[in-house]
C-alpha cells in the first residue's frame, strides 16, 4: 500500500494552498475548458503562443489538490518553451502515471516528478492529467470542452 | 433470528454480512457509502445461489417441476414487494431494472402520453439526475416546462413555492422521498394532498427512503413510487415500479415483446393483463428471488426498529462531525434520513474521499448526481456518509479519526 505521503508531498500541497499563475490570461490567443465528469474539476486553461513558444500561460477553476496542484506546475513547466518541448513534457508526465514500465524522464519532468505517488492510486490519475489534456486541446485549437471521460 | 423484538444487536447483525468483515489498506473496513449500494445479508447471497444451484429455469412459461420453482418464488417476490410497500395488489407492482428504469417507464408510458405545448412537469432542486433528466428531454420533445420547487439553506422545500408552482398547466409532479445528499425527508403526504386538489398525480423516487423507514403507499396517496433493489440490501439490476391500477391499466407497455402479450398474429397483439404488460422479455428472476430475501430480511428486523436505531447513529455522527473545527454539513434539515454530507474548508471532497480509504473508511465524493443541487449550494462537490442499520458508533469515531487525518494532511 502506498502511503498517503508519496501522495500528498510537500511540494504538491505547497502548490495547492499557492497555485502558480491562477489567472486569466487578459492576451490569450489560444483557450480551452478541461471537465472532469466524475467528480466536477474544472479547468479554464489560457496560454498566449507567439512564433511557437507559450510565452504566458495561466488558469482558473475548481478541483482537488491533485488537479490544483498539478495544473500550477504545468504554467511552470511549459511556460516559456516552445510547443514541440510542451508536448514532449506532455508525452514524459503521461507516460510517469500512466506507464509504470517506462522509466520517468526526469530531466524533462524537474518538478513534475512529485506528481509520481498518484500512479499508485488508480482513481485519482484523471485529477492529475486533466490540465495536461486541457493543454493539448488548447495548443490544437479545440476551443470546446473536453472531459477526461 | 437476526435479533429479538427488544434490542437491537448490531455485532449480531454484523455477522449477516460477509463482506463487512475484511481489513483495506490495513485497516478494518468502514463502510459508509450506503446511499451508493448496501452491502448483502448471507440471506441475500445464500437466495441466489440456491436459485441458481437448485431451481434456474425460465418463468411462466414450462410446465416442468424446475420452472414450475422458479415461477413460485418469482412471483412470491411480487408479492413480498407489495407488502413491503402496503400496495393494495400484486398488480400494481411492476418489476423493472431499478429507480431510473422505473421513472424512465412512467416517462414513456404515462408523462407521454398526457403531455402537451406549455403544460408543466414540477420537480424540486434536490432531484437525482435520473428525476431530472427524463422529465427535461420529455418537456424539451413536447414544448413543455419543468418547474423546479426550491428549497431552503437547510436543505427543506420551500412549500409555498410549491403551492404557488402547482396550477392548471401541471401534468405531474416528481418529488424524491429522501434526498440522496441532504438526507431530507421530504412531507409526500403533503405534497401528494396538495397536487390532488389540483388534479395532478405524484411520481415518488423512493430510492433513498425505502433503505431506511417503513413506506405505505396507500397511506402516502401517491400515483407512481419507485425503488431499486440494491439499495435495500438486495442484488443490483432489480426494483420496483409501484403504480395505483386504474393508472398502469390506462398505460400503453413500455417495451414490446414476450411475456407482455395474451395473443399474437401478424395482424395484431392483444397485450397481457397488469403488471405483465410492462415486464416483456425474460425477467431478472434471480433478481427478484434475491430483492425478495432482502424485503424478507429487512421486515424480520423491522423497518421501524431499523430506522430508529439509524436515528440514533445519525445524532452521533451529526453531533461529531459538528464539533470538528473545519467541517461543513450540508443539509441541516429537521427530519432527516442517515445520510451526513460535508465540506471541509483544508481540503476538496475527492481529497478526503482518498485519505479517508487509506484509513479503511468508504465514503461517496463528488456531486452525487446531483449537480442542480450542488449548484444550489455553491460547491463542487461534497463528501457523503451514509449510515445504515449495521453500522456502529465506533465506526462514527473512526470516520472522525479519518477526518482528522485530512487536517493533519492539509494543515
Given amino acids: 500500500m502506498p502511503g498517503l505521503n508519496d501522495l500528498y508531498q510537500e511540494i504538491l500541497l505547497e502548490h495547492n494552498s499557492k497555485p502558480r499563475n491562477f489567472r486569466k490570461v487578459d492576451d490569450a490567443n489560444r483557450s480551452a475548458d478541461g471537465y472532469n465528469p466524475l467528480c466536477g474539476d474544472q479547468i479554464q486553461l489560457y496560454l498566449k503562443v507567439e512564433d511557437d513558444t507559450i510565452v504566458d500561460v495561466g488558469f482558473q477553476g475548481t478541483g482537488c489538490a491533485i488537479s490544483r496542484a498539478s495544473a500550477s506546475m504545468l504554467t511552470q513547466s511549459v511556460k516559456g518553451q516552445s510547443v514541440e518541448r510542451a508536448q514532449e513534457i506532455f508525452d514524459a508526465f503521461h507516460s510517469m502515471l500512466t506507464e509504470p514500465e517506462v522509466e520517468v524522464d526526469y530531466d524533462t519532468l524537474d518538478d513534475l516528478e512529485c506528481l509520481s505517488g498518484v500512479s499508485e492510486f488508480p482513481t485519482r490519475i484523471k485529477c492529475a492529467v486533466l490540465a495536461w489534456h486541457t493543454l493539448l486541446a488548447a495548443l490544437n485549437g479545440q476551443s470546446e470542452g473536453i472531459t477526461t471521460e | ?411
Fill in chain 2, 1 to 411: 433470528m437476526t435479533s429479538n423484538a427488544h434490542s437491537f444487536d448490531v455485532a449480531r447483525i454484523r455477522e449477516d454480512f460477509p463482506v463487512l468483515h475484511q481489513m483495506v489498506n490495513g485497516k478494518p473496513l468502514v463502510y459508509l457509502d450506503n446511499a451508493a449500494t448496501t452491502q448483502k445479508p448471507q440471506a441475500v447471497i445464500d437466495a441466489l445461489v440456491r436459485y441458481y444451484s437448485a431451481d434456474n429455469s425460465n418463468v411462466h412459461r414450462g410446465v416442468h417441476t424446475l420452472s414450475q420453482r422458479a415461477t413460485e418464488d418469482y412471483d412470491s417476490g411480487r408479492s413480498k414487494a407489495r407488502q413491503f410497500l402496503n400496495a393494495a395488489s400484486d398488480e400494481e407492482i411492476i418489476f423493472v431494472k431499478g429507480t431510473t428504469d422505473g421513472i424512465n417507464l412512467v416517462a414513456h408510458s404515462y408523462a407521454r402520453q398526457h403531455l402537451g405545448e406549455g403544460d408543466e412537469i414540477i420537480i424540486s432542486t434536490m432531484e437525482h439526475h435520473s428525476n431530472i433528466i427524463p422529465w427535461q428531454v420529455l418537456c424539451q420533445e413536447k414544448g413543455a416546462h419543468l418547474r423546479v420547487i426550491p428549497i431552503s439553506d437547510s436543505g427543506e422545500l420551500l412549500m409555498d413555492e410549491y403551492e404557488s408552482l402547482l396550477s392548471s398547466r401541471t401534468k405531474l409532479v416528481a418529488i424524491t422521498h429522501v434526498s440522496n445528499v441532504l438526507g431530507t425527508v421530504n412531507p409526500i403526504k403533503q405534497i401528494v394532498e396538495m397536487a390532488h386538489s389540483q388534479g395532478v398525480p405524484v411520481l415518488v423516487d423512493g430510492a433513498q427512503a425505502t433503505p431506511h423507514m417503513p413506506v405505505d403507499v396507500q397511506k402516502l396517496g401517491c400515483d407512481f413510487y419507485v425503488f431499486s433493489g440494491h439499495k435495500i440490501y438486495g442484488p443490483t439490476g432489480i426494483g420496483v415500479l409501484y403504480g395505483k391500477a386504474e393508472l398502469l391499466e390506462a398505460m400503453p407497455p413500455y417495451q414490446l415483446g414476450s411475456d407482455m402479450i395474451k395473443s399474437v398474429t401478424f395482424e395484431r397483439t392483444v397485450y397481457n393483463d397488469l403488471p405483465y404488460k410492462f415486464e416483456a422479455g425474460t425477467p431478472n428472476i434471480a433478481g427478484v428471488i434475491g430483492m425478495g430475501a432482502a424485503i424478507d430480511y429487512l421486515t424480520e428486523i423491522g423497518m421501524d426498529r431499523i430506522d430508529n436505531y439509524e436515528h440514533g447513529l445519525l445524532e452521533y455522527g451529526t453531533e461529531c462531525l459538528s464539533g470538528i473545527d473545519g467541517v461543513k454539513i450540508v443539509g441541516n434539515a429537521p427530519g432527516k434520513a442517515s445520510v451526513l454530507s460535508f465540506v471541509m474548508d483544508c481540503a476538496h471532497p475527492h481529497d478526503i474521499g482518498t485519505i479517508l480509504d487509506t484509513e479503511g473508511v468508504a465514503i461517496r465524493t463528488g456531486h452525487h448526481c446531483a449537480q442542480p443541487l450542488m449548484n444550489r449550494y455553491g460547491v463542487p462537490a461534497t463528501a457523503r456518509a451514509s449510515l445504515s442499520f449495521y453500522n456502529t458508533r465506533d465506526e462514527v469515531d473512526l470516520l472522525v479519526k479519518a477526518i482528522d487525518r485530512v487536517i493533519e494532511v492539509f494543515s
